[in-house]
């Protein structure tokens, strides 16, 4: 019995390869020429000294929309001038305090790629960080704001990361301190956060998933505050599991750092 086998036309397929190079093509020239047609006649004429200056004065006055505007035109024409490495920067803290924060992310990390051996790559790693850390949510979280403790950690892990590579990589930096600062602070939030995971799973029902956050949250958080609330979750969480033995070990460990908190209610 003969089978049928599909032909294949390698030369549709071919064309079909070609035309797809050839829009893609077309949309970033596209792109390239939109970027252009955004700088205004005034800019197009202007140095990149005065671009720069420009764009300072607007910094300072606080309007940092028409900063970006500056330091996008000078990018534009003069992307391998003197004020280029200056200008990518400081258009990355402009697009932070005009609420961009991805934007003001993907320009840092951009700058980091594009002058790797940069004598500001500790500014650049404070800023990142500082971006990370500031990022409030969304617009809910703006009208009716939430305890820091509740929102997503991974932005949270995200600034301790880029904090914690700037501390290494810069102990002396006139940044670091700031950065141990808010590592601190962002350790303690990071580890209410984990315990107000543990205490969803106990209202759920999920002993098991709590016990397992608050284990995480005591190996993790270590002198944190949320630290005391883990091991009451863990005795909860083991009596409810029909670990009695874990439970007694728990409160043990309680009572022998935290005298004082032994005293609390599992009715979750």
């Known amino acids: 019995m003969n089978t049928l086998k599909p032909s294949i036309n390698h030369n549709n397929s ?38 720069f200056k420009d764009a300072r004065i607007s910094m300072d006055s606080k309007n940092y929309e028409e900063a970006i505007k500056k330091y996008e035109a000078l990018e534009a024409k003069y992307p391998l001038g003197r004020y280029a490495q200056q200008a990518l920067l400081e258009q990355a803290y ?10 003001a ?12 051996r940069s004598p500001r790559m500790d500014y650049a790693l404070y800023l990142r960080g500082l971006v ?22 991974v932005r949270q892990k995200e ?12 102990p002396k930096s006139p940044y670091a301190v700031d950065a141990r600062k808010r590592m601190h602070y962002l350790k303690n939030t990071l ?14 029902g999920a002993y098991l998933a709590a016990f397992n956050r608050a284990d995480y949250t005591i190996k993790h958080h270590q002198g944190t505050p949320a630290v005391i609330e ?11 599991l029909g670990k009695t033995g874990l439970a007694d ?14 005293k609390f209610s599992c009715l979750q």
């Open 14 to 51: 071919n064309s079909i390869w070609i035309i797809a190079v050839m829009i893609f093509l077309s949309v970033m020239l596209s792109s390239c020429s939109q970027k252009k047609k955004n700088i205004s006649a005034e800019d197009s004429k202007a140095t990149a000294q005065q671009l």
């Open 94 to 103: 402009a697009y932070y305090k005009y609420d961009e924060p991805d934007t």
């Open 105 to 116: 992310l993907d320009t840092i990390d951009r700058y980091m790629r594009v002058y790797p």
């Open 132 to 153: 990370n850390y500031s990022r409030g949510g969304s617009i809910i979280d703006k009208v009716f704001p939430r305890n820091f403790s509740d929102l997503d950690g």
């Open 159 to 170: 600034a301790f990361q880029d904090f914690s590579t700037l501390i290494t990589r810069h």
């Open 191 to 204: 580890g209410e956060s984990e315990v107000n995971i543990a205490k969803y799973y106990m209202k759920r």
């Open 230 to 240: 883990a091991l009451q979750i863990k005795v909860c969480a083991s009596r409810k």
């Open 249 to 262: 070990d728990t409160m043990r460990i309680i009572k022998l750092n935290f005298p004082t908190k032994t």
